[in-house]
């Protein structure tokens, strides 16, 4: 017995040594660079916003025409509102409503760097109006925000880009590497007449870009558990996205005598087996990228679990949703309350993590429903996007910018559940990632596609500065 004691605590002494040795040789992956210069920046640009929020260029559906005078109206406030811009850059319109800039730059060795953004908005659901702090496209200027549908999804960042290749222009700025800026129109419906045409007018023109930006990495404050500071997102890839159509055809009849199974049930089923089998949690690249980044900052339990992904990998997993998700979000099916229906529909939403696909995503819903369940896939369909690179000098300069103008941030590479027009511009750039200065808490969250959607004057005065320094630095 005292045999048995002394080896289970030498098993116990050894994996705790193998524990704390890998939490020690965790260090911190963030560079240290020298602070860069305060820009100044006119408050006028507050103004600037609230017009762009003004033209109501939603997109409805995949069906719906655009809404030509908001559109071309936003066109008009944009050759008005930054008339060097259009007087040095060239542009050009891509399916009647995206946009094209090009800052030609004097040494076409360098490769180009391609700043995106998206001008269409969601729509308003209309019964909640009345709980906006302004009218959702009133653009209303507070003493510390901007209110209204756009301010941070997508105009904030497409007015800031603008607002600073104004101001170089203004200093007499001459780039060397040329610039593309690149706005879509159709991003809230996949983007597929928008920004995927704009990648394939590049790609025959044989541009190669070092490197693209779009939204969809951001910098949140007390949204990460155990880092106090500031954790700024940069986004290498993004999950895939497919929806399909749950069918189910019977009899029907009469509520009075109803067969073993009903229509509605077995669809019902279908969508509780889905539920129940969801896809495995994986440990998968940029996942690990982003645990390496970030377990160096935690406290020392945590970074423990970070530093020894081989033995707590399970509920780590699990709180970064690191696996294909499984979301039904439409049913439908009946008539009147005393008849069985004939027909049961159901539509469930996938975000799919990189490793996975479409196809596997299918062949995992008809491996778990009943033959009794018809399975289509819907509308808008992509796979996860490639993953970009963390050792390459378009990283190193985005790193340096984000550390240059905020030094106490956290700069974490890692993997979006949601979708951006970036997907688009993996054959023609080097690397793609989603970043840009847009401060997220557990209030503002909420407010993307959301009541109330606004971005604090500081904040929209910042995404102004990390454009101008990272288009006059790179």
């Known amino acids: 017995m005292k045999k048995i004691f002394v080896g289970l605590l030498l ?7 193998i524990l704390v040795f890998n939490t020690v040789r ?40 655009p809404d030509s005078a908001a559109f071309l109206g936003f066109h008009r406030f944009l050759e008005e509102t930054f008339p060097l811009t259009h007087e040095k850059l060239s542009l050009e319109k891509v399916s009647t409503y995206s946009l094209l800039y090009k800052w030609q730059g004097s040494d076409e060795s360098k490769k180009p760097l391609i700043l995106m953004s998206h001008q269409d908005v969601v729509p308003v659901d209309e019964p909640t109006i009345n709980q906006w702090e302004a009218p959702p496209f009133s653009g209303k200027i507070t003493d510390t925000h901007i209110i209204g549908r756009g301010t941070m999804d997508d105009k904030g960042t497409l007015i800031g880009v603008l607002e600073a290749v104004e101001m170089l222009l203004k200093e007499g700025f001459a780039p060397e590497r040329t610039l593309y800026i690149a706005s879509g129109h159709d991003e809230e419906l996949g983007g597929s007449n928008g920004a995927a045409k704009i990648a394939e007018l590049l790609e025959q023109r044989g541009v190669n870009a070092a490197m693209t930006i779009d939204e969809g990495g951001f910098i949140a404050e007390g949204l990460v558990p155990g880092v106090d500071a500031p954790v700024a997102m940069i986004n290498l890839s993004e999950k895939g996205y497919a929806s399909f159509k749950l069918t189910v055809e019977t009899q029907g009849g009469h509520s009075s005598a109803p067969p073993r199974e009903n229509t509605v049930g077995i669809l019902a089923q279908a969508i509780v087996d889905l539920e129940n089998n969801q ?3 994986k440990m998968v690249t940029p996942i690990d990228y982003q645990l390496e980044y970030l377990g160096p900052e935690l406290p020392f339990v ?21 696996h294909t998700t499984t979301a039904p979000t439409i049913i439908s099916g009946g008539v009147k309350d ?10 469930v939403n996938f975000r799919i993590l990189p490793g996975e696909s479409v196809e596997s995503v299918r062949a995992h819903i008809e491996s778990v429903v009943s033959d009794k369940v018809k399975v289509d896939l819907l509308g808008f ?15 190193r300069a985005l790193e340096k910018t984000i550390r240059g103008l905020y030094p106490s941030t956290v700069v974490v590479p890692g993997l979006i559940g949601g979708g951006t027009d970036a997907r688009y511009f993996y054959e023609i750039s080097d690397d793609v990632y989603r970043f840009y200065p847009m401060r997220l808490d557990p209030t503002s969250l909420t407010r993307f596609h959301g009541i109330d959607e606004k971005i604090s004057k500081e904040n929209y005065k910042e995404i102004i500065a990390f454009s101008y320094h990272l288009i006059k630095g790179f």
Do not use: C
């Open 11 to 17: 098993v116990v002494l050894t994996l705790a040594a």
């Open 26 to 65: 965790m260090t911190s992956k963030q560079v240290q660079v020298e602070p860069l210069p305060a820009v100044s920046i006119s408050d006028q640009v507050y103004q600037n916003l609230s017009r762009s929020v003004q033209f109501q260029t939603v997109s409805y559906s995949e069906d719906a025409i």
């Open 279 to 281: 896809l495995p949690y």
């Open 302 to 322: 945590q970074k423990l679990a970070f530093a020894n992904t081989w033995l707590f990998k399970g509920p780590i997993l699990e709180g970064l949703n690191a």
């Open 338 to 347: 005393n008849v069985i229906p004939t027909v049961a529909e159901a539509t």
């Open 381 to 395: 369909h992509t796979n996860p996007s490639p993953v970009s690179k963390i050792d390459s000098d378009a990283y």
